[in-house]
């Protein structure tokens, strides 16, 4: 079956711009997970959701939003962008809430601010 | 909260030698806990993963070993190949997934 699927690829915005990312899951799964993926940071839990309700949140400021859809596909939005937003944005898909084990990653959107 | 994270960044190693590769996490309410590849411009790929209630898994090629005690984490990957040679990931998952920061992982021919 198809993996995860994360559009676009690469995107370059500019500060003060703001963004929206998708994320494709498995079909099945109805959980979804985000990540930021910095050098400086690692990865790190933004927000999960899971039958389009957001169960789980990260420590991120309220810039970033998400939603997820009857079809469990997921969107994310960063508004107002600021340089440190520049990263590798991952996406999990999973059966179970909390991600649980075998989360299935997708490829990632690289987001550049400049 | 919960953290997780990693005693080694990079860990060099001779193709053919066994990796051993070491997490230390904080929540002890975790249920699982997950080692992660990721290999450079690709998403993190699931390894092997270890119930809480257990202390050793075996895979092909990989074992992982948690030691409760100390909250440590391990993943020993036999024979190294250099195909093995990404970023390794280990995960804890109680109410969500989190990570540590990852350890590099490069095998020489």
């Known amino acids: 079956k198809a993996g995860v699927t994360q559009t676009p690829r690469y995107l370059i915005k500019t500060r003060g711009q703001q963004v929206t990312l998708s994320c494709s899951p498995i079909?099945?799964?109805?959980?979804v997970s985000w990540y930021q993926q910095t050098p400086g940071q690692g990865l790190q839990f933004l927000f999960e959701?899971?039958?389009?309700?957001?169960?789980n949140k990260g420590n991120f400021p309220g810039r970033f939003s998400g939603r997820q859809f009857s079809n469990s596909r997921s969107e994310m939005n960063v508004s107002t962008l600021e340089l440190g937003d520049s990263a590798l944005y991952l996406c999990?898909?999973?059966?179970?809430?909390?991600?649980?084990?075998?989360?299935?990653f997708g490829q990632g959107t690289r987001l550049t601010v400049v | 909260g919960e953290s997780v994270g990693l005693h080694l960044p990079t860990l060099s190693v001779q193709e053919g030698d066994n990796s051993i590769i070491n997490c230390a996490y904080s929540n002890s309410a975790s249920d699982y806990f997950i080692w992660y590849k990721q290999e450079s411009g690709k998403g993190p790929q699931f390894i092997i993963d270890i119930r809480s209630n257990m202390d050793k898994r075996q895979g092909q090629r990989v074992t992982v070993l948690l030691n409760k005690t100390v909250k440590h984490l391990s993943l020993q990957i036999a024979a190294t190949q250099p195909g093995d040679s990404a970023v390794y990931l280990c995960?804890?998952?109680?109410?969500?997934?989190?990570f540590g920061g990852g350890t590099r992982v490069l095998v020489k021919p």
């Open positions: 959701y899971f039958s389009e309700t957001q169960r």
């Open positions: 999990a898909s999973s059966a179970s809430r909390g991600g649980g084990t075998e989360a299935f």
């Open positions: 079909s099945g799964h109805r959980s």
């Open positions: 995960g804890a998952a109680g109410n969500k997934l989190t």
